[in-house]
Structure formats: C-alpha cells, structure tokens
C-alpha cells in the first residue's frame, strides 16, 4: 500500500486541536511543507515543492493510490496521531477568518469528500453503487468544506422553504485564482452565502476566497465579489444548478430567491452550523452513523 506524508498547516491549528467546542483564535499564519519521500520518488517520480515553511503541525498522509476505492488522506497531528480534518481543525480564527479544508481542488473532476461515517474522517473519492463517482466536467473552482460545522438533518430552515440540513459539514467554494491541493488547509474570509436545495435537503454554498489570494483585499462582500470577479457568482450558481443534469437528474433548486446572500448571512450560517456541530459532538443531537472521532 502506498503511503505518503505531507505536512499540510502550521501551529495555528496545533493550539486548538483536538478541542471539540466552537473555537475563536486570533489569527496567525497557516504554512504549507509538501515533503519530498525520497522513496517513493523513486517509483513514480513525484516531486512535492516547499513554500513558506514554517514550522508545520498538521500532516495528510495518503493511503492507497488516487482514483481506487481504498485510497484515503489522512491527517495527523505533530505526534503522528490520526485526527479529523472534521471535528479536529478549528472553525474561528478570529476577525471573520476560517479554516477551510480543501477536498477537490480546482479545474479536476474527481468527486473527493470527507467520509463522514469513517474512523478520523479522512478525505477519500465518494462512490455510488461500488464506482467511483466524478463530476461530469471539471469544478472550476476549490472545494472543500469548514470543520466543525454541521448542517443538522432534523433542522428545517424557515427562510429556505423549511428545507433540512443534508448530515454534512457546510461547503466552501473558494474563488482565488491559485489551485489547492487535496488535504489543504487555506485561511478564508467568507463573501457570500448560496443556499442550494438538493433533492429536497439544504447546501450551503458558502463563497469566499483565501486570504493568500492577491485580490483578497479588494473584496469583503458581496457586491465587491460581482465588482471583482463578475460573472463569478452566477457561474457558481449555474455549475451547482447543472451539473447533476448530464446524469439525467433535475436541476438543483435554489432558495433566497435564488440571489447570493451576503457576507452577514455566511457569517449567521456558519455560526449556526457551528452551534449544530457543537450539539452533535457533545451528543445532544443522535449521530446516527457519523463518527465522532
């Protein structure tokens, strides 16, 4: 079985992990270190580059090979112990800033997401009637999902047609021009929130971009996301709505008018999501067949 280690976020994340309660810290630099495994350079002739290394505390270690039902990343903590990406990493920051894991970077196809219902939900490619499951074409943007969320399945959301959570930690997509790796851990600022109703249960959407992206300054809503990036909004919507159609689904729906709320509104749902998440950890809420570990 191959095995690779790649040290993935720096000591703002080592402070608070392993702490399953709603997290604010102030926010430091998040580093990322792709570790060469001279080894395994050797057999395939990957090369992983160094950037911004600064004293890492979060590892991915890869098992399996990519694309086979058995590949799974894993994350590790300083010690080498196995953690969640999920309960593990800490949501706050502070000042509105967020950790967000990425699963399917940008511009690939792969259908990679936490696995909820495993031991240390690590990240591995979903599956549907024993294959492995790809979108019909490449998301153009990263994707992935804010620990220690969770949208509640026996909560209905009056504003979005009473519609119910879907089990899964709130989606993040990502809009800055650079391409995460799978297992990344970007700092992010939220700008938008779409509220996506798929087959009846509740998405969320929530847009942002990560704070390394050198437009980052220049949009904190909204409006400075149709300013800066146009069309990009739409074009988030459109994918989302469509992409389940080549496999002859319906269109997924979308509440709120069908219009991206605004950076208050992601705020109010990852504070709430968080708060669900909380309940759900602390076994106030059945897991049914979540892990909690």
Request: net charge neutral; hydrophobic share 35%.
């Amino acid at each position: 079985m191959a095995t690779r280690v790649i040290s993935s976020a720096s000591n703002t994340i080592s402070g608070a992990l392993l702490s399953r309660s709603p997290l604010k810290i102030k926010p430091q630099s998040l580093s990322f270190c792709f570790k060469n495994n001279n080894k395994l350079l050797t057999q395939k002739r990957r090369l992983f580059n160094c950037t911004a290394i600064y004293n890492p505390q979060v590892q991915t270690k890869e098992e399996g090979q990519p694309e086979t039902l058995d590949y799974r990343v894993f994350f590790l903590d300083s010690s080498g112990k196995k953690i969640s990406p999920w309960h593990d990493i800490p949501l706050h920051l502070g000042d509105g800033v967020f950790n967000f894991i990425v699963e399917i970077p940008k511009e690939s196809s792969a259908k990679m997401e936490v696995a909820t219902d495993e031991l240390f939900t690590p990240i591995k490619q979903d599956t549907k009637k024993g294959k492995l499951r790809y979108y019909p074409y490449n998301i153009n943007w990263n994707y992935g999902l804010l620990p220690q969320t969770w949208e509640d399945p026996s909560l209905a959301n009056a504003e979005v047609e009473g519609a119910f959570g879907d089990n899964d930690p709130v989606d993040v997509v990502e809009i800055g021009e650079s391409r995460g790796k799978i297992g990344q851990v970007l700092k992010v600022k939220p700008l938008a929130a779409l509220a996506m109703i798929d087959e009846g249960e509740l998405d969320w959407k929530i847009v942002a971009i990560s704070l390394d992206d050198p437009r980052a300054s220049l949009v904190n809503d909204v409006d400075d996301v149709e300013k800066h990036f146009p069309g990009t909004l739409t074009a988030i919507r459109d994918w989302f709505r469509d992409y389940k159609i080549p496999d002859g689904k319906p269109a997924n729906k979308f509440g709120l008018g069908n219009k991206p709320a605004n950076k208050d509104f992601a705020l109010k749902v990852i504070n709430e999501t968080n708060e669900s998440w909380a309940k759900l950890v602390k076994r106030s809420i059945p897991a049914g067949e979540l892990s909690l570990v």
